[in-house]
């Protein structure tokens, strides 16, 4: 069974950083693609970044530059590095691995960004 588990979130204030960390149980990070969405309060869920097995990165219009998705092969893990941060970044961040027909997710982390 596929179990995602985010951690890292909390409070920053505005130019600040964080990393998110997804660990991945059931599954392996390297052979499937894997991103970070992100629901802000009030809102639906949009797509962050995503990373495929082969390593290509895509990223959202809003985070590319300051957002940076990797993956640890050996601890079985996704980060998302996100510098310059900004109060628009506060939400609740998910990590998704897509399994053959299958998405799984993880319960999400909240971070949020004030002025």
């Known amino acids: 069974q596929v179990q995602l588990v985010e951690s890292g979130g909390g409070l920053v204030q505005a130019g600040g950083s964080l990393t998110l960390t997804c660990a991945a149980s059931?599954?392996?990070?390297?052979?499937?693609?894997m991103g970070w969405y992100r629901q802000p309060p009030g809102k639906q869920r949009e797509f962050v970044a995503a990373?495929?097995?082969?390593?290509?990165?895509n990223y959202a219009d809003s985070v590319r530059g300051r957002f940076t998705i990797s993956r640890d092969n050996v601890k079985n893990m996704v980060h998302l590095q996100m510098n310059s941060l900004k109060p628009d970044d506060t939400a609740v961040y998910y990590c998704?691995?897509?399994?053959?027909?299958?998405?799984?997710w993880g319960k999400g982390t909240l971070v949020t960004v004030s002025s």
């Open positions: 990373i495929t097995s082969g390593g290509v990165t």
């Open positions: 059931g599954t392996i990070v390297s052979s499937h693609p």
């Open positions: 998704r691995a897509a399994a053959g027909l299958m998405y799984y």
